[in-house]
Structures are given as structure tokens and as C-alpha cells.
């Protein structure tokens, strides 16, 4: 196991204890002194935990090396628990909503709201640090599992904050003003927390489906990639390019044009050359390299890529079929 590997399982781990303890103090506190908005967060960190474990699960298997059964590898395991993870956080939102809209409609007396602010604020301070560190390892590894976890807690960093704050209000109302009803502010609170957590399920699920249907990489690591095939002086053009990305390997596929009497080796060594750079640039890369011999005249296809110089660049281009 490299050392890469287990530093994404210990800090997946971390996660895992962080917000089982978080699960436990919430629903005691939130209990205790009757907030809907610290059993929503309770929830939230719940379905948190539900996420982290899935990650832990997703970066020791995606890690797996390719097999017979699975020539491409296990990559797309992550993105494949980022869209279980975001399912999942839709289902917690609604349910705080409901829960929410239940108590704004009831007369409910909340106490020792000073407890509830002590939990909120201790909250932020653990997930701020645990998905800093989870943001850290997810980036260097480009694990998305390890990414969208550390998405998940810098979210409870904020609504934990929204809810503390609302909680604040709430403990100097009561003691600044004993007879005014401002309880009404805690489930609003918690409606806040629900629709910030639907807006992060929602970017977490177009970027698994994204992934999970083979959608190109980002427009400037495609640059970087032509960029890197031009500085090739033996390659007279390329074309045909075509990326993916299953979790953290990127698929690149393309076909180079090179001189009809160059040798075999020699242009086994430029494809070698090609895979080495492209793979400095973008480690965990899977390259298919396809070549072919340039007779100086481009098809349509080719005409993009054509590193020829100008005055050996052909006048007439065949139609591609």
C-alpha cells in the first residue's frame, strides 16, 4: 500500500470518528432542550457519517488494481458513492423541512438554549478542521470520495454556525426580553440549514452523473494535453482526442501523425515520450496512443491538429468519411 493510499484511508477514518461523536452529542443536546434546528444537524452530521463510511468504503476499493472482470479499473466506485451520498442528503433535507414547518406551527417553549449555541460552536470548530485536512489529502490524492466528504463537513461548518447564531439570539431574547416568543427563529434556522444542504447534494450529484456518463475533462487539462502533443517536434498533427475521468484516472485517447519512413522504435519512443509528460501532468492516467503515417494529405479530422508548417501544410483537404 503506498503511502498516498494510507494517508486517504486514515484521513477517511478521522471523518468517520469526528462525526459519529458529533451524531451522539447533538441528538443528547437537541433532545434536551427541545431544537428542532440541533436535531437537524444532528441529521445532517448523520447522513454525514452514512457519506464518510461509503468514502472509506469507495477509497479502498476504487484503489483496487484493474482485473480481468475490470480491464478500466475500479475508479468509478467513487463517483458512483457521490451520487448514493448526495440521494441520501436530499432525503435528510426534506425531512428537516418537514420536521421544520411542524414546529413553526406549534407553540413549543425551547429552554437552556445556551447549551444548544456550546454544541453548534464546537461543531464548526471539528468539521472545520477535519475537512481542511480532508480537503488537503482529497486534492493531492484527486480522490472525488474524499472531496465530496470534505464538501459535506465544510457545509456543517456553516449551517452549524446559522444554527448557532440562531440559538444565540434565542438564549439573550429569553433573558434580555423573558416574556417575548422568538422560539419561531429555530426552526427557521433549520429550514436554512435544509436548504443549504439540498444545495450542496445538488452540485454533488451533477458531478457524479457527469463522471458516471464519461463526460470530457475540464476544457483546460484538454488544453494542456494539445499543448503537450505540440511540443512534440516528430509529430507532424493529432487528432481524435478524446478524455474521461473514472474517480481519480483520467482516460486520453488520441492519434498522432508522424512520418511515413520513421522506424517502429522510433516511434514507440515518441508515444513513450508522450505517456511520460502527459502522466507527470496528470498521474493515474490510462494514455491510447493510435499512430499514423502523414502523407500530406489531411482529412477534415486532422486539419485542427496539423503541426506542419504552413508552407508544408497541404491545400486541398479530403473529406473525411
Avoid at 5 to 23: C, D, F, G, P, Y
Avoid at 124 to 141: D, W
Avoid at 197 to 223: G, T, W
Avoid at 263 to 276: A, F, P
Wanted: hydrophobic share 45%; glycine share 6%.
Amino acid at each position: 500500500m503506498t503511502n498516498l493510499q494510507q494517508r486517504k484511508e486514515r484521513v477517511a477514518m478521522l471523518s468517520i470518528a469526528s462525526n459519529s461523536s458529533l451524531v451522539v452529542f447533538k441528538v443528547i443536546v437537541g433532545v434536551v432542550i427541545g431544537s428542532v434546528s440541533i436535531i437537524s444537524e444532528a441529521i445532517h452530521s448523520g447522513m454525514d457519517l452514512l457519506a464518510s463510511i461509503i468514502a472509506m468504503f469507495s477509497v479502498k476499493t476504487s484503489s483496487v488494481p484493474a482485473d480481468d472482470l475490470h480491464p478500466f479499473g475500479h475508479g468509478k466506485i467513487e463517483n458512483i458513492s457521490g451520487f448514493v451520498e448526495a440521494v441520501l442528503i436530499f432525503v435528510a433535507a426534506f425531512w428537516i423541512i418537514f420536521e421544520a414547518l411542524k414546529k413553526l406551527s406549534s407553540s413549543q417553549v425551547m429552554e437552556y438554549a445556551g447549551w444548544g449555541v456550546v454544541v453548534m460552536l464546537f461543531s464548526s470548530v471539528v468539521n472545520y478542521i477535519v475537512s481542511r485536512k480532508l480537503f488537503q489529502v482529497g486534492k493531492e490524492a484527486d480522490s472525488i470520495a474524499l472531496q465530496a466528504d470534505a464538501c459535506h463537513l465544510r457545509t456543517d461548518v456553516y449551517t452549524s454556525a446559522g444554527v448557532m447564531a440562531g440559538l444565540g439570539i434565542i438564549w439573550t431574547g429569553h433573558k434580555l426580553f423573558p416574556a417575548s416568543d422568538i422560539n419561531w427563529i429555530d426552526p427557521v434556522a433549520a429550514l436554512f440549514v435544509a436548504v443549504l444542504i439540498l444545495r450542496a447534494a445538488y452540485n454533488l450529484i451533477a458531478q457524479s452523473i457527469l463522471d458516471l456518463i464519461d463526460v470530457k475533462l475540464p476544457p483546460e487539462e484538454e488544453d494542456c494535453i494539445r499543448n503537450i502533443i505540440s511540443h512534440q517536434p516528430a509529430i507532424n498533427g493529432f487528432h481524435q482526442l478524446r478524455t474521461r475521468k473514472a474517480g481519480n484516472v483520467r482516460f486520453v485517447e488520441f492519434h498522432i501523425k508522424v512520418d511515413p519512413q520513421m522506424s517502429v522504435l522510433d516511434s514507440h519512443n515518441i508515444t513513450k515520450g508522450l505517456e511520460q509528460n502527459i502522466g507527470q501532468k496528470f498521474p493515474e492516467s490510462a494514455i491510447t496512443i493510435h499512430i499514423e503515417p502523414c502523407d500530406g494529405e489531411c482529412e477534415d479530422i486532422c486539419a485542427a491538429g496539423c503541426l506542419l508548417p504552413e508552407e508544408k501544410k497541404p491545400r486541398v483537404l479530403k473529406n473525411s468519411l
